[in-house]
């Protein structure tokens, strides 16, 4: 009998009706493969080795991408950890998921990843950062290990003598507590340099149990967001001087995008230093190949338990990162750097070593997971299963869509990007294949005028109707884009 998980909402009572309507019983006949969601935070789509980037160390994910297929250009839709997150596991844009454009409390109208898999028998489990309202155990999962209450937003960085290798103290994370200032019963760590290592452990603990139902575990690190604390024991993996800086790397933003003044904004000095950039990437590959190194623990854990084979292992972001391109330094933005995530998905059946360039969605893993693991999926999600094109077969989107706060609208094709930024009546327009590194804007251009024209009304049209609240704005073209 499936019984209530939260008796405050009616998340539970849909989703058990939804269940029993579907026949469960006869679905659950044959075994289901047990899932493992890897999340990283703040990295970047083109920081993985095995996908071009000569300067990282990642060999596990090179050996992940070898056996599973690679999405190479996905996105997370909203450049925000707590709004890509919400997505994640809701299904939904975020125009649905959470108070739009604040960091609100979730949705409690919509079915939830966790709790659909609970209720179809599934062991769910969390690990490491919580960056949504409520607690994990208020939103189906069972158990909770190693949790970590917040990321870097209340420390600022500091330069990069203080970060390599000296002992760092005062940074214990933030309790976790519910509205009336209870603090949690689950088990809580603070942010250390070898944070990654903690929810490895955590992690370990949860793949060796002996429960026979499947398991869905779902791991967030922290890393390689700032504040950037060096590992121990990387100290010197990367030498600054010979760093290359991305290609589209710029001292300034040539005009405010809509976080100008924001957080991470305020991190790095104005104008932006090439040797200080080069500092902060030192310390971003060394989280990295750390990180890299923790999922390899996780793997071989898994690989010792027996149940490896039988299990999906899905390895993401939730967003990327400036980091110096563009002028800029956080993921306020929907450059292909930050908008784009990783996404590598490996397991029964998924064909290995294949790369495909399906525009998808973070928020389609929820549909996606349910359909390859027999889970009958929640109706209205906005997220579309990527079931078929694991199987080789089409993607489920034509073209995809980016927003942040009220100041930022974005399409993509397979060839374009159209950026509105609303508040400042400003557009840009790329041409991805010639200029993969975003760095002509072609807006001002009369022969892309018609392709600019075009994207936007898809683009208006879309945001209509999935409920866009901010205004799009009257299309104003400036007399020059830088």
Sequence with gaps: MIGPILSSS???????????????????????????????????????????????RTPTLDRLIRTGTTFTRAVCAYPICVSSRAELITGCTAFRAHAPFADGPL????????????LAGYRTAYVGKWHTSGRPTGRGYELTRGLFGAGGGKFPLTHPSDRLGNPVTGYRGW????????????RGVGLTPNISETFAEAAIELLRDPDPRPFFVH?????????????????GRYDPRTLRLPKNFAADHPFDHGNAGGRDERLLPRPLAADLLRDEWAVYYALIEHLDAQIGRMLDALDASGRARDTIVIFTSD?????????????????????????????????????TAAPIYLRDLFPTVCEWCSVPIPEGLDGRSLAGALRGGAAPHEFVVGYYRDSQRMIRTDRWKFIRYPQIDREQLFDLVADPDELHDRIVDPAAKPTADALKEKLSAWLFEHGDPAPFGPAVTPKSAK
């Design 10 to 56: 009616g998340i539970v009572a849909c989703c058990a009706a939804w269940l029993i309507a579907s026949s469960a019983t006869s679905l659950y006949a044959q075994p289901r493969p047990n899932v493992l969601l890897i999340v990283t935070d703040d990295q970047r789509p083109d920081s993985i080795a095995a996908l071009g980037n000569a300067d990282v």
């Design 107 to 118: 949705n409690e109208t919509l079915p939830r990843w966790p709790d659909v898999m609970r």
């Design 175 to 186: 309790v976790l507590q519910d509205d009336a200032g209870r603090i949690f019963p689950e």
């Design 219 to 235: 791991v967030n690190f922290t890393a390689p967001h700032d504040p950037r604390f060096m590992p121990r024991g990387y100290e």
């Design 319 to 355: 967003h990327g990162l400036a980091l110096g391109s563009h002028g800029l330094v956080g993921k306020q933005n929907l450059y292909e750097h930050t908008i784009g995530v990783p996404l590598v998905v490996a397991g029964p059946g998924i064909g290995p070593g294949v790369r």
